[in-house]
């Protein structure tokens, strides 16, 4: 089956920089490829997809970009402000048709 | 409002006791499913179903049980519940197709500890 690796674990970052996870997947059919947002307290919110028939997919400062030959995807946010501080999961979705999750990145943006 | 509704939020029982974590949604979704999230190990899907009366075993199904009588609801039952299974464990639903072809729609978790 899928298994998808993320990192970092934890991030911190300064408020207005940049931050970005990666995630590594290792079913070469997967083809759906969705971050989600887990605030405290709260479930996860999905904020961007993408499918395997495109490089690179932005939302104001939320971006994915994925690299099918290697078998990553990667989540930017630029710009970064107080309320993007959240857990981060990454997720892949294997030829069955199920989603595997990452183990979470917590992003933590300090003023 | 749209939503996954789960209740109890926080739970704290005993070995062996039986409970229920009950889950429903308002969108008129197919396919529902139970996660538990525990750190360092993102979110595990424990069952899923399909459609109603469609159940079946995601990665870690062992302890658990669930049933999809009705369309809305999606109960998960701990029959003889275990320290193991302390945890935060989230419903999510969506449209149609499963996991894997559309947006997961998530409850707000149930905390369980199990002493």
């Known amino acids: 089956g899928e298994n998808v690796e993320q990192h970092p674990s934890t991030l911190s970052v300064q408020e207005g920089d940049s931050a970005v996870i990666k995630c590594t997947y290792s079913?070469?059919?997967?083809?759906?490829f969705p971050w989600y947002k887990q605030e405290l307290g709260k479930g996860p919110q999905l904020i961007i997809d993408?499918?395997?028939?495109?490089g690179e997919k932005k939302d104001q400062r939320i971006a994915v970009t994925l690299n099918k030959t290697a078998k990553h995807f990667s989540l930017h946010i630029t710009e970064t402000q107080p309320e993007d501080s959240a857990v981060y999961f990454c997720?892949?979705?294997?030829?069955?048709?199920?989603?595997?999750f990452g183990a979470g990145t917590q992003v933590v943006v300090t003023p | 409002e749209a939503q996954v509704t789960q209740n109890p939020r926080y739970l704290i029982t005993v070995t062996g006791k039986k409970l229920t974590v009950t889950c429903s949604q308002n969108?008129?979704?197919?396919?529902m499913s139970w996660y538990r999230q525990d750190p360092g190990l993102g979110l595990r899907q424990i069952y899923y179903?399909?459609?109603?009366?469609?159940?079946d075993k995601g990665d870690v199904p062992e302890g658990y049980k669930v049933s999809r009588k009705e369309k809305r609801n999606f109960p998960l039952i701990l029959e003889s519940p275990s320290p193991n299974q302390t945890s935060l464990y989230f419903c999510?639903?969506?449209?149609?197709?499963?996991?894997?072809?559309?947006?997961?729609?998530f409850g707000e978790g149930s905390r369980l500890t199990v002493l």
């Open positions: 999510a639903s969506s449209l149609s197709g499963g996991a894997g072809t559309g947006e997961l729609f």
């Open positions: 079913d070469s059919a997967s083809n759906y």
């Open positions: 993408i499918r395997s028939n495109v």
């Open positions: 997720a892949a979705s294997d030829s069955w048709g199920k989603l595997q």
């Open positions: 969108m008129n979704h197919e396919y």
């Open positions: 179903s399909m459609n109603v009366e469609v159940t």
